[in-house]
């Protein structure tokens, strides 16, 4: 069994800072992609932020400059620091994490938390 369970978000007015974390806890043998994803009330969700297993990074082009994504490997943990947020940025976050449960067979399946409400007041 595993969780994600994502912690960080709240109420923050435009151009301040919110850092999110999301852990992942139970029968883990090994994290592919950590990524974050947002989704706007009415809107589809997004990819913001992803980080492979060894620190490469692509971000949406709507938060590149102003979010950084990074990861503990020793903690299956990662983080999304937010800084100069904007009213657009309003959304729930999620995190998501392709991991395999067992070495043999090295099978990676995709888990989800569930989410982490970020509102900006401009």
């Known amino acids: 069994q595993v969780q994600l369970v994502e912690s960080g978000g709240g109420l923050v007015q435009a151009g301040g800072s919110l850092r999110l974390s999301c852990s992942a806890s139970g029968t883990i043998a090994s994290i592919k992609t950590m990524a974050w994803y947002r989704q706007a009330p009415g809107k589809q969700r997004d990819v913001v932020a992803t980080i492979t297993s060894d620190g490469g990074t692509s971000y949406a082009d709507s938060v590149k400059g102003r979010f950084t994504i990074s990861r503990d490997n020793g903690k299956n943990t990662v983080y999304l620091q937010m800084n100069s947020l904007k009213a657009e940025d309003t959304a729930v976050y999620s995190c998501?994490?392709?991991?395999?449960?067992?070495?043999?067979?090295?099978?990676?399946?995709?888990?989800w938390g569930q989410g982490t409400q970020v509102t900006v007041s401009s």
């Open positions: 998501n994490a392709k991991l395999a449960t067992t070495w043999f067979p090295l099978v990676t399946t995709t888990y």
